[in-house]
């Protein structure tokens, strides 16, 4: 049973900065891909970073290039998104999600479709 749990949302004022956490129980964290995706108030989830099988290669959406940062902790099977110079527009419930184990160890997936497992969500709030 694979069980992902985000932290760290909450309310802050714009410029500030937060810390998402994604812990994932279960086996095999170090040979999952995995991702940040979010959802707007009155909009469809969309993607917002990942990372690949080995630590290393990521990718953001442009919305959050140069300003989110997306890694991971093998040893704590935990994944973070740290997040700076926060926007109202970043107002969002934000999901980790986790691929099943693979061995295409470069491969960074955009696509929500691309996960097998979700966490439930972590409110985040920029005020302006």
Do not use: H
Not at 22 to 27: A, D, E, I, K, T
Not at 40 to 58: I, M, Y
């Amino acid at each position: 049973q694979v069980q992902l749990v985000e932290s760290g949302g909450g309310l802050v004022q714009a410029g500030g900065s937060l810390r998402l956490s994604c812990v994932v129980s279960g086996r095999a964290f170090n040979s999952r891909a995995m991702g940040w995706f979010r959802q707007p108030p009155g909009k469809e989830r969309e993607f917002v970073a990942a990372l690949s099988v080995r630590e290393g290669p990521t990718d953001y959406s442009d919305s959050v290039k140069g300003r989110f940062t997306i890694s991971r902790d093998n040893g704590k099977n935990t994944m973070y998104l740290q997040m700076n110079t926060l926007e109202p527009a970043d107002t969002a419930v934000y999901y980790c999600a986790a691929k099943s184990p693979g061995f295409l160890t470069d491969i960074i997936y955009r696509r929500a479709t691309d996960y097998n497992y979700w966490g439930q969500g972590t409110q985040v709030t920029v005020s302006s």
